[in-house]
């Protein structure tokens, strides 16, 4: 019997297996709505036999970007473009999901195939990025401290874009506290240096991400909410492990479902050696620390890893990136490798099942 292949149900919603798809940003939106490439891009890995596929960060607001070109909720134009895609990967059998994020002190940057590095300068389509100090990220514009009146709008952004997806078809909302933008900031006392409620102990620098956790909940009380973290600055005097299990703990008694654990994106100094598996330590960590479910991600390519990970119990599920864009049919080929019967081939397809 295959673990990876089992379902697993979450708030009383049921992922047909464990081999998901991790949020990745296409850079290819206009004014934040997502484009026919989306479509296709999200469509082909539901074919391909995921469980959940999650959709890209998703700006919560216009300065919440990454860049220019980044999908948003914060229109109702948007919501009714991500509504066909939503449905579309839904009709495929998997669970439709959206991660909703703010970039904060990352915003305003260039797309990675622009041409272009660091911050997009106002003149040319750029704008003012927030954060919780006004530090830079290294090579980046100096952000604007957040003031509470803009922390209760950053709130009330989360909570009207976690509106607009539910109604919009997903079913799993994620939480973007990770890999260096808004939320991981004020985390992270690496770029939190604020003296009020939201700075200093943890319970503080946490304060920002549980009241998101919250407003998610009241605005979508029924939606699956999961929480990506960065589980470690990968840097001197940054955010660690023992606060993600901490903080997860706390978020989880706030109503979040389960949590995706990632690592770094803080600051440019951080020191990674990445290799197969390398975030999986971390996410059994935080699974047995704070005894809730979680997901690992980080270079699991292969059927037999990810079995693997998931029957030892260091996992509840696989999130997968870049194998996904090299093979869309990544768990039909996997269900494959590993001899596992599954009954939802395309049927359209069913001439390429291995016999
Ligand atoms: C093209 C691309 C875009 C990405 N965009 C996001 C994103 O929108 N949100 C996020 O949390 N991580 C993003 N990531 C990180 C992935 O979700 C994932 O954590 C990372 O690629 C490691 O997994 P992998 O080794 O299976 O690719 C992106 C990665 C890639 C390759």
Same mark, same amino acid.
């Given at each position: 019997m295959s673990t990876l292949f089992s379902p697993v149900t979450l708030r009383g919603l049921t992922a047909r297996n464990r081999l998901w798809v991790a949020p990745m940003c296409q850079y290819s939106a206009t004014d934040g709505v997502p484009q026919e490439w989306h479509h296709t891009h999200l469509a082909q890995f539901a074919s391909g036999g995921a469980g959940v596929v999650m959709a890209e960060?998703? =700006? +919560? &607001? !216009? =300065? =919440?970007?990454? &860049? !220019?070109e980044d999908t948003g909720l914060w229109t109702d134009a948007q919501r009714d473009a991500w509504a066909p895609i939503a449905a579309a990967i839904r009709a495929r059998g998997a669970l439709a999901g959206v991660q909703l994020a703010h970039a904060g002190r990352k915003a305003s940057t260039w797309s990675p195939f622009s041409g272009r590095r660091g911050s997009v300068g106002i003149d040319e389509g750029g704008w003012p990025t927030l954060a919780p100090s006004a530090m830079a990220f290294d090579g980046f514009a100096e952000p604007v401290a957040l003031d509470i009146a803009g922390i209760d709008a950053t709130v009330r952004d989360f909570a009207a874009a976690a509106r607009r997806a539910v109604d919009a078809g997903f079913q799993v909302i994620e939480i973007h506290a990770a890999h260096g933008y808004l939320l991981h900031q004020f985390l992270s006392p690496l770029s939190n240096q604020r003296e009020d409620e939201y700075g200093g102990p943890l319970e503080n620098r946490a304060r920002l991400l549980l009241r998101i956790v919250d407003a998610v909940r009241d605005a979508a009380p029924d939606v699956v909410l999961f929480v990506r973290f960065s589980a470690s600055d990968w840097a001197p005097g940054g955010w660690s492990i023992e606060e993600t299990t901490t903080v997860a703990g706390w978020a989880s008694e706030h109503g979040a479902d389960l949590f995706d654990i990632s690592s770094g994106g803080? +600051? =440019?100094h951080q020191s990674i050696v990445p290799g197969p598996g390398y975030q999986v330590g971390f996410a059994s960590a935080v699974r047995q620390g704070a005894g809730v479910p979680v997901s690992a991600v980080g270079l699991i390519t292969g059927a037999v890893q990810a079995e693997r990970l998931i029957a030892e119990g260091q996992a509840d599920a696989v999130m997968a990136g870049r194998e996904w864009l090299r093979d869309p049919h990544f768990a039909l080929r996997a269900a494959s490798e590993l001899g596992v019967e599954i009954d939802y081939w395309p049927k359209q397809y069913l001439r390429a099942r291995p016999a």
């Open positions: 960060a998703t =700006a +919560v &607001s !216009p =300065a =919440a970007r990454i &860049s !220019p803080l +600051v =440019a």
